[in-house]
């Protein structure tokens, strides 16, 4: 019988890593840092601002297009800054109205296999590697969410912002879904087979407000800030800084 001692080097999941894959991983931390520290500087004095969200397959003829387009220039007008993920579709029409406002229009850039062409309506633009730490620029400026119909990456976002205000991580702010007969659907399915299967509560949905119009989505944010700071607070910062 052998005897012999098991040894985990020998297994393949502990296998070494390759000098050069080891040094390339660890210079990719300052090309993430550099990331985190352009957007810090570059976004610092946008707020208040508003993310809006949507999908970048909808042209200017689409009417959620136009939509976008007006929440953008409504929100800009009120004195909102407006952060988009910088390509087409919903992005450029948020882009393109508040570029026509008052206040400044900010793209989020993403680098991607299929390169994604930025849109011209950008007062601020940044360009990203990474979707995370785009996500946390997305987040950490926002005074609300506006989301508009989309696919995947719409629903990420959206799934993002509820998991980071549900668990403390994120100070609490609007997030309005815009266009209800859209979002139906995904709303009855939280409402009849998540909460009923306790993996959200109940109170979880009080988050969500789905509106239709640009003017009731400016006063929605208006009237959430009427009892409380639009500018985040000491302990909210503190929030921030650890996303």
């Known amino acids: 019988m052998n005897d ?12 070494s890593i ?4 080891l040094t390339h991983e660890s210079w990719k931390i300052f090309q993430i840092m550099a990331e985190f520290v352009e957007g810090f ?9 508003v993310s809006i969200f949507g999908s970048s397959r909808f042209g200017p003829d689409n009417p959620h297009y136009r939509l976008a387009e007006e929440i953008g ?11 988009s993920g910088g390509g087409p579709g919903i992005m450029e029409a948020a882009n393109k109205g508040a570029f ?11 680098q991607l296999p299929h390169e994604q062409i930025a849109n011209e309506y950008q007062n601020i633009s940044l360009t990203f590697r990474h979707f995370f730490s785009r996500k946390v620029m997305f987040v950490k400026y926002a005074a609300a969410y506006v989301v508009l119909p989309g696919g995947f990456g719409t629903l990420d976002e959206l799934a993002e912002i509820l998991t980071l205000v549900q668990t403390g991580k994120s100070r609490r702010i609007p997030i309005i879904l815009v ?5 139906q659907g995904l709303l009855d399915w939280f409402r009849q087979t998540l909460v009923p299967a306790g993996t959200v509560s109940a109170r979880d949905l009080e988050l ?35 996303l």
């Not at 220039?73 to 952060?83: E, K, N, T, W």
Request: proline content about 9%.
């Open 179 to 183: 266009h209800a007969p859209f979002w």
């Open 18 to 21: 390759d000098d050069t894959t």
């Open 41 to 49: 500087e570059r976004l610092a004095h946008i707020r208040p601002a």
């Open 73 to 83: 220039r409504a929100l800009s007008d009120a004195g909102f800054s407006v952060v």
């Open 4 to 15: 012999k001692p098991n040894d985990k080097r020998s297994h393949p999941s502990m296998a």
């Open 208 to 242: 969500l407000l789905t509106l239709d119009k640009p003017q009731e989505v400016v006063d929605a944010i208006f009237s959430f800030y009427e009892d409380r700071q639009i500018k985040p607070s000491p302990e909210e910062q503190r929030i921030l800084l650890e």
């Open 100 to 110: 026509a406002g008052n206040s400044p229009s900010v793209g989020l850039n993403i």
